[in-house]
């Protein structure tokens, strides 16, 4: 008398399917999440490198007055295309030659821009200071 086989053919690779099926949403939040911290990290840059622009503009205007404009234009020039809520707080109280000049930027990133289906938002700082040169012309 054969003993009958206790694995039927059918049922075979079954739990290979069944662990491709539990892992596919798992991998997929997990490359939501890189997206994710990538876009955030991204942001971050782009808020860094608007204010030290800013400043590098701020430390080439000849008067403190000018130096706020040239900040404020620097800024919305460079976070025009980003549709980012930004302001910039320019601290002239050393402007003079070898002084120097900084601008604090602060930016309200929407969540749904960085990848998130969510209506909530992000506010990202940055701070950047830049020298003005001993030796420049002044009017």
């Known amino acids: 008398m054969t003993r009958p086989n206790r694995y039927v053919r059918g049922d075979r690779g079954s739990v290979?399917?069944?662990?491709t099926v539990l892992a596919?949403?798992?991998?997929?939040?997990?490359?939501?999440?890189?997206?994710?911290?990538?876009r955030a990290t991204s942001a971050v840059i782009d808020v860094q490198a608007a204010a030290a622009a800013s400043a590098r503009a701020?430390?080439?205007?000849?008067?403190?007055?000018?130096?706020?404009?040239a900040a404020t234009d620097t800024l919305t020039a460079n976070?025009?295309?980003?549709?980012?809520?930004c302001a910039a707080s320019t601290d002239t109280s050393n402007h003079r030659r070898?002084?120097?000049?900084?601008v604090t930027v602060v930016c309200t990133v929407p969540l749904a821009d960085l990848g998130l289906?969510?209506?909530?938002?992000?506010?990202v700082t940055a701070s950047a200071t830049e020298p003005i040169?001993?030796?420049?012309?002044?009017?």
């Not at 290979?16 to 662990?19: G, K, L, V």
């Not at 701020?58 to 404009?69: E, G, I, K, M, Q």
């Not at 070898?98 to 900084?102: A, K």
């Not at 040169?133 to 009017?139: I, L, Q």
Request: aromatic share 8%.
């Open 16 to 19: 290979s399917a069944e662990m």
């Open 24 to 38: 596919v949403p798992v991998m997929i939040l997990l490359a939501m999440f890189v997206i994710f911290c990538g």
């Open 58 to 69: 701020a430390a080439h205007a000849t008067t403190p007055a000018a130096a706020v404009t």
């Open 79 to 85: 976070t025009t295309a980003t549709g980012w809520a």
């Open 98 to 102: 070898g002084g120097h000049v900084t």
């Open 117 to 123: 289906p969510i209506g909530a938002t992000r506010t």
């Open 133 to 139: 040169d001993t030796f420049r012309a002044t009017p």
